[in-house]
């Protein structure tokens, strides 16, 4: 699985708000739930959420 910042796909545009482009087509079900969860994981740790 591949995970972005979207400024990588914008050329003159640097005002829209942070978002992560996930390209998932080569991985399976099981895969891309794992990846998730690992993204939430990480995103929760960076808020100091439990």
């Not at 699985?1 to 099981?30: E, H, N, Q």
Request: glycine letters at 8%; proline letters at 6%; hydrophobic letters at 45%.
């Amino acid at each position: 699985m591949l995970v972005r910042g979207s400024r990588f796909y914008t050329l003159t545009d640097a005002s829209r708000p942070p978002a992560l482009v996930i390209s998932y087509a080569t991985v399976d079900c099981a895969g891309l739930t794992k990846s998730l969860q690992a993204i939430g994981a990480a995103y929760r740790q960076l808020a100091g959420m439990p």
